[in-house]
C-alpha cells in the first residue's frame, strides 16, 4: 500500500540528535522533531539548559529524550556524545546541526577582532558539524540511510546591510553581523553541498536551512529597520522554523538533497 502524505511526515520510531539544542532554535527544532514522533538525543554545552530542553519536550509530547553536555568543538566530546546516543537508543537517524556560538569579542569590528574569537566561532558554527558528520558516517552507513540537517544564516547566502545595526541592541549589547559569522554560514552552506553529493549513493541526505531574521528580544530600533528590510514587513516568530525541520527529517522530503531551504520572509528576493 503506497503511504499517504501524512504517513510521509511520520517519524515514529526515528531517532535526532540535535546540537545546538538549548540555543533559540534548538528547542524548537526539538519540538517539531518530537511532535511528528521522533526521540531526542539534545546536546549542548549549556548542560542545565539542555537538560531543562529535555524535561519540557518529554512532558508535552511523550517523546523519549536524552541531554547531553558536550562541547561540541570538542572532538573527544563529539565521540562521546555519539557513542552514548547510540547505546541509549540503539540508532540514530537524524543529525540536525544547530550549534553556534557568540564568545568573548564576538561583535568587535573587523580591524580588531582576535585571532582566538575567530577560531571559537568557526570552530563550533562550522568544524563542529564536520566533527558530528564524521563521527555519524560510519553509523549511518551500517544502518543504510541518514539524515543531516546543517543550520545556516542568510549571511551565508547575501551580506549584512549595517544600516540596519544603527541603535541596535540585543541583550543591552550593541550588535552586528560579524565576518565570523558571514564565514562560516557561507562554509556550512558549501559543506552541505559536498555532503549531499559524495553520499547520495550512501542513502544519506544532507540539506541546509537558512533562516532570515528571526525574533529573539532584539531593540524596537533593530526590529523596525530589519523588518523594512523583509518583503513580508517583519521578523520571524521561532515556532516557524519548525516545519522545515520536520520536512527535511522525514520522507515527505525523500528526493531532496544539496537544497537550502531559505526562511527569510523574501529578504534575500529582492
Not at 94 to 118: C, H, M, Q, R
Request: aromatic share 8%.
Amino acid at each position: 500500500m503506497t503511504a499517504t502524505l501524512r504517513d510521509r511526515f511520520d517519524l515514529t520510531g526515528k531517532v535526532a540528535m540535535i546540537t545546538g539544542a538549548a540555543n533559540i532554535l534548538g528547542p524548537e527544532f526539538g519540538a517539531g522533531l518530537a511532535e511528528f514522533g521522533a526521540d531526542l538525543v539534545l546536546v549542548d554545552v549549556n548542560g542545565e539548559g539542555c537538560e531543562r530542553v529535555a524535561r519540557d519536550i518529554a512532558a508535552e509530547y511523550g517523546t523519549k529524550t536524552l541531554s547531553i553536555e558536550a562541547d561540541v568543538g570538542d572532538e573527544t566530546a563529539v565521540t562521546s556524545a555519539v557513542q552514548r546516543a547510540i547505546d541509549r537508543f540503539g540508532g540514530l537517524d537524524i543529525l540536525v546541526n544547530a550549534a553556534a556560538t557568540k564568545p568573548a569579542g564576538y561583535f568587535d569590528a573587523l580591524e580588531e577582532y582576535s585571532a582566538e574569537t575567530w577560531d571559537r566561532v568557526m570552530a563550533i558554527n562550522l568544524s563542529a558539524m564536520f566533527l558530528c558528520t564524521k563521527h555519524l558516517l560510519r553509523h549511518f552507513e551500517e544502518r543504510g540511510h541518514g539524515i543531516i540537517i546543517n543550520i545556516a544564516s542568510i549571511y551565508g547566502v547575501v551580506g549584512p546591510d549595517p544600516r540596519v545595526y544603527a541603535g541596535s541592541s540585543y541583550e543591552g549589547q550593541e550588535i552586528n553581523t560579524p565576518a565570523a559569522y558571514a564565514a562560516s554560514k557561507a562554509g556550512v552552506i558549501g559543506f552541505t553541498r559536498y555532503l549531499a553529493t559524495t553520499l547520495a549513493t550512501r542513502n544519506i541526505r544532507a540539506n541546509c536551512v537558512t533562516p532570515g531574521g528571526v525574533f529573539s528580544g532584539q531593540n524596537d530600533a533593530f526590529v523596525k529597520a530589519y523588518s523594512e528590510r523583509v518583503p513580508l514587513g517583519r521578523m520571524a516568530d521561532r515556532e516557524e522554523l519548525r516545519g522545515a525541520i520536520v520536512f527535511l527529517a522525514s520522507d515527505a522530503s525523500s528526493y531532496i538533497t544539496g537544497h537550502n531551504l531559505v526562511i527569510d520572509g523574501g529578504l534575500t528576493a529582492w
